[in-house]
Protein backbone atom coordinates (compact mmCIF):
# COMPACT_ATOMS: atom_id res chain seq x y z
CA UNK A 1 0.00 0.00 0.00
CA UNK A 2 3.24 1.89 0.56
CA UNK A 3 4.98 1.53 -2.69
CA UNK A 4 5.97 4.48 -4.90
CA UNK A 5 5.44 4.16 -8.53
CA UNK A 6 8.96 3.26 -10.25
CA UNK A 7 10.82 5.55 -13.18
CA UNK A 8 8.47 3.27 -15.81
CA UNK A 9 5.32 4.08 -13.86
CA UNK A 10 5.86 7.63 -13.53
CA UNK A 11 7.03 7.81 -17.17
CA UNK A 12 3.53 5.39 -18.14
CA UNK A 13 1.31 8.14 -16.22
CA UNK A 14 2.47 10.72 -18.04
CA UNK A 15 1.65 9.63 -21.60
CA UNK A 16 -1.79 8.41 -20.70
CA UNK A 17 -1.92 12.24 -19.31
CA UNK A 18 -1.37 13.27 -22.78
CA UNK A 19 -4.08 10.73 -24.04
CA UNK A 20 -6.75 10.95 -21.97
CA UNK A 21 -6.69 14.62 -21.83
CA UNK A 22 -9.55 15.84 -23.75
CA UNK A 23 -11.74 13.22 -21.00
CA UNK A 24 -14.00 14.92 -18.78
CA UNK A 25 -14.23 12.59 -15.63
CA UNK A 26 -17.57 12.99 -13.59
CA UNK A 27 -16.40 11.32 -10.92
CA UNK A 28 -13.00 9.63 -9.90
CA UNK A 29 -12.91 6.25 -8.07
CA UNK A 30 -9.39 5.17 -6.82
CA UNK A 31 -7.61 2.99 -4.61
CA UNK A 32 -5.93 4.24 -1.60
CA UNK A 33 -2.72 3.04 -2.04
CA UNK A 34 0.34 5.76 -2.93
CA UNK A 35 0.90 4.63 -6.35
CA UNK A 36 -2.63 4.87 -7.51
CA UNK A 37 -2.27 8.00 -6.35
CA UNK A 38 0.50 8.94 -7.83
CA UNK A 39 -1.20 7.73 -11.11
CA UNK A 40 -4.01 10.08 -10.64
CA UNK A 41 -1.94 12.65 -10.17
CA UNK A 42 0.02 12.73 -12.39
CA UNK A 43 -2.65 12.02 -15.49
CA UNK A 44 -5.44 13.86 -14.46
CA UNK A 45 -4.63 17.49 -14.04
CA UNK A 46 -6.36 19.50 -11.10
CA UNK A 47 -8.46 16.60 -10.13
CA UNK A 48 -11.12 17.07 -8.05
CA UNK A 49 -10.58 13.64 -6.48
CA UNK A 50 -11.00 13.73 -2.69
CA UNK A 51 -12.41 9.94 -1.61
CA UNK A 52 -10.41 6.78 -1.68
CA UNK A 53 -12.02 3.48 -1.68
CA UNK A 54 -10.32 0.66 0.51
CA UNK A 55 -12.37 -1.64 -1.86
CA UNK A 56 -10.50 -1.07 -4.47
CA UNK A 57 -7.12 -1.84 -3.01
CA UNK A 58 -8.62 -4.85 -1.18
CA UNK A 59 -11.74 -5.87 -2.24
CA UNK A 60 -12.90 -8.62 -4.71
CA UNK A 61 -13.84 -8.06 -8.43
CA UNK A 62 -17.63 -7.96 -7.53
CA UNK A 63 -16.98 -5.43 -4.41
CA UNK A 64 -15.69 -3.52 -7.41
CA UNK A 65 -18.28 -4.03 -9.55
CA UNK A 66 -20.63 -2.71 -6.85
CA UNK A 67 -18.79 0.38 -6.21
CA UNK A 68 -19.81 1.04 -9.68
CA UNK A 69 -22.99 0.25 -9.49
CA UNK A 70 -23.71 2.03 -6.92
CA UNK A 71 -22.63 5.58 -8.86
CA UNK A 72 -25.59 7.70 -9.27
CA UNK A 73 -26.76 8.33 -13.53
CA UNK A 74 -25.85 11.63 -13.70
CA UNK A 75 -22.59 10.63 -14.22
CA UNK A 76 -21.65 9.65 -17.86
CA UNK A 77 -17.91 9.50 -17.25
CA UNK A 78 -16.26 7.25 -14.53
CA UNK A 79 -12.38 6.49 -13.77
CA UNK A 80 -11.24 3.49 -12.15
CA UNK A 81 -7.75 3.47 -10.80
CA UNK A 82 -7.02 -0.15 -9.33
CA UNK A 83 -5.11 -2.99 -8.96
CA UNK A 84 -4.36 -6.09 -10.40
CA UNK A 85 -5.65 -9.32 -11.01
CA UNK A 86 -9.18 -7.72 -9.94
CA UNK A 87 -8.96 -4.81 -12.90
CA UNK A 88 -8.09 -7.44 -15.27
CA UNK A 89 -11.24 -9.81 -13.72
CA UNK A 90 -13.25 -7.02 -13.88
CA UNK A 91 -13.51 -6.61 -17.57
CA UNK A 92 -13.33 -9.64 -18.56
CA UNK A 93 -16.75 -10.03 -16.41
CA UNK A 94 -17.95 -7.03 -18.18
CA UNK A 95 -16.79 -7.71 -21.98
CA UNK A 96 -16.32 -11.36 -21.65
CA UNK A 97 -13.73 -11.02 -24.11
CA UNK A 98 -11.06 -13.60 -24.61
CA UNK A 99 -7.59 -12.49 -26.16
CA UNK A 100 -6.66 -14.67 -29.42
CA UNK A 101 -5.18 -17.89 -27.46
CA UNK A 102 -8.81 -18.29 -25.98
CA UNK A 103 -7.34 -16.91 -22.61
CA UNK A 104 -8.71 -13.69 -20.28
CA UNK A 105 -7.28 -10.35 -21.51
CA UNK A 106 -4.73 -9.15 -18.54
CA UNK A 107 -3.69 -5.78 -18.02
CA UNK A 108 -0.35 -4.56 -17.30
CA UNK A 109 1.10 -1.27 -14.84
CA UNK A 110 -0.15 1.51 -16.92
CA UNK A 111 -2.37 0.24 -19.30
CA UNK A 112 -5.96 2.17 -19.45
CA UNK A 113 -9.40 0.83 -21.28
CA UNK A 114 -11.99 3.48 -22.15
CA UNK A 115 -15.65 1.17 -22.36
CA UNK A 116 -18.72 3.22 -23.69
CA UNK A 117 -21.83 2.04 -22.82
CA UNK A 118 -25.47 3.39 -24.62
CA UNK A 119 -26.56 6.52 -23.22
CA UNK A 120 -29.80 5.00 -21.56
CA UNK A 121 -27.68 2.31 -19.64
CA UNK A 122 -27.66 2.40 -15.66
CA UNK A 123 -25.04 1.92 -14.22
CA UNK A 124 -26.42 -0.44 -11.59
CA UNK A 125 -27.19 -2.33 -14.72
CA UNK A 126 -23.87 -2.12 -16.17
CA UNK A 127 -23.09 -6.17 -15.50
CA UNK A 128 -26.10 -6.82 -17.75
CA UNK A 129 -25.06 -4.85 -20.91
CA UNK A 130 -22.14 -5.53 -23.34
CA UNK A 131 -19.84 -2.35 -23.37
CA UNK A 132 -18.50 -1.07 -26.63
CA UNK A 133 -14.37 -0.86 -26.43
CA UNK A 134 -13.30 2.29 -27.37
CA UNK A 135 -9.57 2.42 -26.97
CA UNK A 136 -7.08 -0.42 -24.99
CA UNK A 137 -3.38 0.78 -24.39
Given at each position: ????????????????????????????????????????????NNHNCDKFYD????????????????????????????????????????????DIDGQNIYFH?????????????????????????????
Amino acid sequence: NSRKLNAHGIKQAKQNSKLLKDINFDIILCSPSKRTRQTLDLTINNHNCDKFYDIIYSGSTRQILELITLQDDKYSNILLIGHNPCISELYNNLVNKLDIDGQNIYFHSGQFIIMTYNNDVQWSKIDLTTPRIEKIK
